[in-house]
């Protein structure tokens, strides 16, 4: 609607009409038939070399002698040419005599099939009825009473007045043509009238005239908006007009008055002509004015001027070969324009996305521009400046609401979402906020938990306020990196931070960057230590278990509240490995799964194979390190793993030796020397080289 409310406001603007008018100028240029010149008719000109010609060569001033006129019918007469037609009006007596109209006169007798105008109008023109001296009127069109009562009289083409040829010259013409072309609103001529109707009868236009000097016996009949002439159907406007295929000024092949007329006069005196007769042998040949002081020319769609002959010339072309173009009614460029509008702005409203919404646009905003150039190619005028303003505009605010909508839902998710969800996640969201609704998904997760060791007791030593201040500067140093690594925060408890990755966007490295944020979070806790120290008085050390395994992940809750979280077997996993960094003395821990999705991107040395509560196989464990640290104690390490073959296959004396001499620098080996002591001093009855952990 508001498409077609803008298309209405430009309407009454004018603007709509003005640029209609342009684009179909351009449409007929674009569009012109292409190929061989048209053939079937020729122009004679009287151009501004003849009028040069004719004063210097033979002293000729402005009006010429109506009998060198005769000189040219005489040529024609002689190529043997279909019909001729003239466009110039000769109301007016000639100044050389009566006998110079009637030397014209004779050579249009000579010829038989001569054409000359009358001039129709609504408010010019001497006569109101038809004289009995002019030639009889041969166009009698079946229907045209019938179809005028059908017409607004304001737009209906009659008219009450003629000025017609005196009768001196008139006695030369087989056929009197209309020449009352009226242009359109801006001064182009586009349209064309093929008949007019005066003093009861059809009087043909000056090309219909043309037509029907050749063919004196067609059919024509009128019935709603098409014309029939013979074989050929001519689709009218609301005002009986009809549109020519218009064609290129250049297809139409002209030759000079002069030139005609020295040929003719060398032909007479057994010359060589100039003009060879055969260019208008069997063709309709058109004759009028192209010099610019002889007031002839008009701006025409595919001109910015041509000669007034050339639109009858266009509009002949078109009678010859049947190609008018269909006007379609006012009221179904609306219709148009209304669905067009209405198709696109639902598109862009409902497309997912700024790039779908910019294809929808890419698609509607030239819609209509498509349809006016296949409607022409095709025979049809069909609307552009209508349906492309209502197209346009409904665009344009469905752009605007959706930007608005989008806008309020990008801050809102922002806002709910900045302190949990990493820059790159959000901005899924926004894309796909579909992804808000309820319902989870089955994929494979990084697991990360992390919990403050003994800061329980810790916190009770703290007042509230202290409480909150120490918890929110660590929980925003660990969080920045979480989520400059790409995680999304699960939740936080307490002290304890849960997050994972690889959801809800992919990321095929999600192990990698799980483990590389949490030793990014144990580096950064140690150069906030001395501060937390100050805060609180303890030292604070965080654990973290990582795994990596198939969850459940998606928003999880009821229909008016619920999170985005996750749920399975590797996420219990994952926070019984942040508990088993206590049995070894570690702090960063992860499973085979996560070592071996990181590959050798980052270092690990193993730690043991434990049996956690609530999981019936034993899980190898890691620790995560940074392949610079991991360099420097690999001596230490390669020791460490011998020490633990030989405690996982029972030789708990050499594991004992191997722990001992690592124990003093090393919190896991220290672990693994009093495992070995109690081992030693109560053997087991079977051994399987498991660590079994009695607690969470």
């Not at 003849?50 to 005489?74: F, H, K, Q, T």
């Not at 001109?303 to 269909?326: K, M, P, W, Y």
């Not at 806002?415 to 994929?443: C, K, N, W």
Request: glycine share 10%; proline share 6%.
């Amino acid at each position: 609607m508001a498409g077609l409310f803008l298309a209405w406001l430009l309407s009454l603007a004018g603007i709509i009409i003005s640029f209609e008018a342009r684009t179909f100028d351009w449409r007929a240029r674009l569009l012109a038939p292409k190929g061989p010149p048209v053939d079937a008719v020729r122009l004679i000109l009287l151009d501004q070399p003849s009028l040069d010609w004719g004063a210097r060569e033979n002293g000729l001033s402005w009006p010429w002698p109506r009998e060198v006129y005769g000189v040219i019918l005489d040529f024609c007469r002689r190529a043997g040419a279909k019909a001729v037609a003239f466009d110039v009006l000769y109301t007016e007596p000639s100044a050389y005599g009566v006998a110079d109209d009637k030397a014209l006169a004779t050579a249009g007798q000579a010829l038989g099939r001569f054409a000359l105008p009358v001039f129709l109008g609504k408010e010019s023109g001497q006569a109101m009825a038809w004289p009995v001296d002019m030639p009889a009127d041969p166009l009698a069109i079946t229907g045209l009473d019938t179809w005028l009562a059908g017409l607004d009289p304001a737009e209906a083409p009659v008219f009450p007045r003629a000025a017609f040829p005196v009768p001196e010259v008139a006695a030369g013409a087989a056929i009197l043509g209309n020449v009352s072309q009226e242009p359109q609103f801006d001064g182009v001529y586009r349209k064309v009238g093929l008949f007019g109707v005066f003093a009861g009868r059809a009087v043909p236009s000056l090309a219909l005239a043309a037509r029907l000097l050749a063919e004196p016996g067609m059919h024509a009949s009128i019935t709603g908006r098409t014309l029939r002439l013979g074989p050929v159907a001519v689709p009218l406007d609301e005002a009986g007009l009809a549109i020519p295929r218009w064609r290129n000024s250049s297809d139409f092949r002209a030759v000079s008055a002069a030139a005609v007329i020295r040929s003719e006069l060398a032909l007479r005196e057994g010359g060589t002509p100039t003009v060879d007769p055969a260019v208008f042998s069997g063709r309709y040949v058109l004759f009028g004015f192209s010099a610019p002081g002889l007031f002839d020319l008009r701006p025409s769609p595919v001109a910015g001027v041509t000669s007034g002959v050339e639109i009858h010339a266009q509009a002949l072309q078109s009678l010859l070969t049947g190609d008018f173009l269909r006007v379609v009614p006012h009221w179904s460029g609306w219709l148009l324009a209304g669905l067009v509008s209405l198709a696109g702005a639902l598109a862009v409203s409902v497309a997912p996305g700024a790039a779908a919404s910019a294809a929808a646009m890419a698609v509607f905003l030239p819609l209509p521009l498509g349809l006016a150039i296949g409607g022409y190619v095709l025979g049809w005028w069909l609307p552009l400046a209508l349906p492309q303003a209502a197209v346009a505009g409904g665009l344009g605010v469905a752009v605007l609401i959706g930007y608005a909508t989008e806008g309020r839902q990008k801050r809102f998710i922002k806002s709910a979402f900045r302190q949990y969800l990493s820059p790159d996640v959000i901005e899924a969201l926004i894309a796909h906020p579909e992804r808000m609704t309820l319902g989870g998904e089955l994929r494979e997760l990084t697991i990360f938990f992390s919990d403050l060791q003994g800061f329980t007791g810790i916190s009770e030593g703290l007042s509230p306020q202290e409480l909150t201040a120490l918890l929110n500067k660590y929980l925003t140093a660990m969080t920045n990196i979480i989520l400059e690594e790409g995680g999304t925060i699960d939740k936080y408890e307490g002290d304890a931070i849960i997050a994972f990755w690889n959801a809800p966007l992919d990321q095929p490295d999600h192990a990698v960057r799980a483990v590389r944020a949490a030793l990014r979070c144990q580096d950064r806790l140690t150069e906030l230590r001395p501060l937390f120290r100050e805060l609180s008085g303890h030292d604070l050390s965080m654990r973290v278990g990582l795994n990596t395994g198939q969850a459940v992940v998606g928003n999880m809750g009821s229909d008016s509240r619920f999170d985005y979280t996750m749920l399975g077997d590797a996420v219990n996993l994952a926070s019984r490995l942040e508990g088993v960094n206590k049995q070894f003395g570690t702090f960063t821990m992860m499973s085979a799964a996560t070592r071996a999705a990181v590959g050798g991107e980052l270092a690990a040395r193993r730690i043991a194979r434990v049996a956690v509560v609530g999981r019936g196989e034993p899980v190898e464990v890691y620790e995560p390190l940074w392949p610079e640290a991991a360099a420097g104690l690999a001596e230490a390490h390669a020791a460490f793993a011998a020490a633990l073959d030989a405690f996982a296959a029972g030789d708990f004396a050499k594991a004992l030796a191997g722990f001992a001499a690592l124990a003093a620098n090393d919190a896991a080996a220290a672990s693994y020397e009093k495992r070995c002591r109690r081992l030693l001093e109560n053997p087991p009855e079977t051994w399987v080289g498991v660590c079994v952990m009695t607690s969470k």
